[in-house]
């Protein structure tokens, strides 16, 4: 994939549960990386539960793997535009390990 097809700003999160003063966890989301990166929407979908409407929409997400991406994991998340991706499955899309290809789904 050519460098150009790589235009959005994408940061990658990894969250971390702490205790808070009541002893309750509290969940906060720490950047692991920003990098450029291709989104690109694949298929949508909704569904009514509990009479509300939810729609969900499946992207994929292509960057540059570094050592810093390497602990990103299904669970973690992205964010790009306003918009949050709970990633789903993290694959190299080569034998050098140069490309990632995250499948990630936005809950709307």
């Not at 299904?74 to 290809?101: C, F, M, N, Q």
Request: aromatic fraction near 6%; proline fraction near 3%.
């Amino acid at each position: 994939m050519s460098i150009g097809e790589r235009r959005q700003r994408v940061a990658f999160q990894t969250a971390s549960v702490a205790r808070d003063a009541f002893g309750e966890p509290d969940q906060t989301w720490t950047t692991l990386a920003t990098q450029w990166a291709l989104v690109k929407p694949l298929s949508g979908s909704e569904r009514t539960r509990a009479n509300e409407i939810h729609g969900e929409i499946t992207t994929r997400i292509v960057t540059r793997n570094n050592s810093t991406m390497d602990s990103l994991n299904p669970g973690d998340r992205a964010t790009w535009d306003g918009r949050t991706y709970d990633i789903k499955a993290v694959i190299h899309r080569d034998h050098r390990r140069s490309e990632l290809e995250i499948l990630a789904v936005e809950h709307l």
